[in-house]
């Protein structure tokens, strides 16, 4: 949920700003069972419930450098938390005997989009074709899925960069066909 203002600063050029509301529900289960020996084994299981609200700004420039040729850039900025909560439970049984179940409720998490560059190009022949190019670089971030520590787990954003190209072709008004490829 957001909105967007965009601005044209000259003939050419045009700048803009969105900022949105993000919501992020996670659930995940891990249930494990190591045999150590013929006599021994450990049954484990955990379930983790993570719910994360979040404001995410991107700035974006447009440039016409011809009728035909467009180029564009965005910046998404990291994410501000709002608000997010996280629910965690435990069990562990050895060799038929319970441990002490674990849970912990109403733990404190903070949601973490990282960085996003998008850089593009497109060519518009308007009525006959549509061809555009982007890459688009997505920053790195480390960080616990929790505020504590001793029971969070470690995330790792690794820094990726994407391409992407597209190409439409206009037969008539109402016939159009589009093909596109990305990594």
Do not use: C
Request: glycine share 8%; charged share 20%; no cysteine.
């Amino acid at each position: 949920v957001g909105g967007a203002i965009a601005h044209d600063v000259s003939p050419t050029d045009s700048l803009g700003l969105t900022l949105y509301y993000t919501a992020r529900s996670v659930s995940k289960s891990v249930n494990d069972t190591t045999y150590v020996s013929s006599t021994q084994s450990q049954v484990f299981s955990e379930d983790r419930n993570i719910t994360q609200n979040g404001i995410v700004a991107i700035l974006g420039w447009d440039h016409d450098w011809s009728e035909k040729w467009k180029v564009g850039a965005s910046f998404r900025f990291p994410s501000l938390s709002v608000a997010g909560s996280a629910d965690v439970e435990r069990t562990q049984i050895n060799n038929g005997v319970f441990d002490a179940p674990f849970a912990e409720r109403d733990l404190t998490t903070k949601a973490r989009i990282p960085w996003k560059m998008a850089v593009g190009v497109a060519y518009v022949d308007p009525g006959s074709l549509k061809w555009a190019f982007d890459v688009n670089a997505y920053g790195a971030d480390s960080y616990g899925d929790l505020e504590d520590e001793t029971i969070s787990e470690k995330i790792e954003q690794r820094q990726v960069v994407n391409f992407q190209t597209g190409l439409e072709n206009i037969w008539r008004d109402w016939l159009r066909t589009r093909v596109g490829v990305f990594t």
